[in-house]
């Protein structure tokens, strides 16, 4: 599984991107208030890449009105690479 943070300006994680698989991706963000688990943001992004219900569009969609969004898109085009090394 390889997993990758998403931080803020000041460092701060506010989600995560999981790859359990070449085509299986996942990913967990947190909403404004809530506060950062690295323990079960890996379980909901793990579950939803477990079920590749939310990895259609994330390399292709335009989340420029989403900015935390935005940052999980870059995260998976620039993951990609390395998933296919990985699991291949």
Known sequence: ????YLK???NKKYGVVVFTGL?????SLCKKG???SKKRAVEIAKGRALTGKYTNGLTTLDFSKRPKMKAVQEVVVSMISKAVKYFI
């Open 1 to 4: 599984m390889l997993i990758t």
């Open 8 to 10: 803020d300006k000041n």
């Open 23 to 27: 085509y299986n991706i996942g990913y």
């Open 34 to 36: 809530d506060t950062f």
